[in-house]
């Protein structure tokens, strides 16, 4: 099956490896770019660490390497990759800014908290973590910017024939292959759009959002595995 992953290039070959080791075909075709950014922190008293995505991890060992201090990640596959920039007291989360939240506040037990963030994002995080009365700081140290590819790109990922489903992992992507789209229709695929969680599929274009399946769990794992079932019932 052959599946239309539209993440950075970066992350998109870990996401490609995975997809492979399950028998799935990646389709590469990146909407997304990611920016470093540089921002300047006033303290280095931060007791523990705190990310929402593997983007974050080459700033936060450039200025805070692994040097005992906890980390915390929102999920699995965000911590696999902390644990690969050396960090080994790593917990990970559920895969969403709640469970992250419900961590931080069970074990942050009077720490500063370095939130090493991106842009966009939601506020959901720091918004929980202000509420449990914690310690933080926010650093944005990356940024997500949307991408449309040329109809040379489509094609040379594509093929002759358009991809079996897409894979959705934030609203940015959900939005931007609204524009793709609108521009190549079911060239780009037909099938359904496999997305992470509820926020991702409610960034669809309500003309597409029928098409959505969602992850019951927001985890990479849980994703894949309704992709199976899914290839299960093709013909």
């Not at 599946?3 to 997809?19: H, I, P, Y």
């Not at 009365?133 to 926010?138: A, K, N, Q, V, Y």
């Amino acid at each position: 099956m052959r599946v239309l992953l539209l993440r950075e290039v970066t992350r998109a070959a870990d996401t490609a490896t995975e997809l492979r080791a399950h028998g799935l075909t990646p389709l590469l075709l990146p909407l997304e770019t990611v920016e470093m950014l540089s921002p300047r922190l006033d303290s280095d008293g931060f007791g523990i660490l705190a990310v929402t995505s593997a983007h974050a991890l080459p700033w936060l060992q450039r200025h805070y390497p692994p040097d005992g201090r906890a980390l915390f990640a929102v999920g699995p596959a965000t911590a696999a990759a902390a644990k690969r920039f050396g960090y080994d007291d790593v917990t990970a989360a559920d895969g969403d800014a709640a469970s992250l939240a419900g961590l931080l506040t069970k074990w942050a037990a009077g720490r500063r908290i370095l939130y090493a963030a991106g842009l966009p994002r939601r506020p959901d995080l720091e918004t929980a973590l202000a509420r449990a009365g914690l310690s933080f700081t926010t650093a944005d140290v990356y940024r997500v910017v949307s991408r449309q590819p040329s109809p040379e790109e489509v094609e040379a990922a594509l093929g002759d024939w358009p991809a079996d489903c897409v894979m959705l992992l934030s609203a940015g992507q959900a939005e931007a292959y609204g524009q793709l789209h609108a521009r190549f229709g079911d060239v780009v695929g037909a099938g359904p759009l496999f997305c992470l969680s509820e926020r991702i599929a409610a960034a669809v274009l309500p003309s597409l959002r029928h098409n959505c399946i969602v992850s019951p769990i927001p985890a990479m794992d849980s994703l894949i595995d309704a992709m199976l079932r899914y290839r299960c019932t093709l013909p």
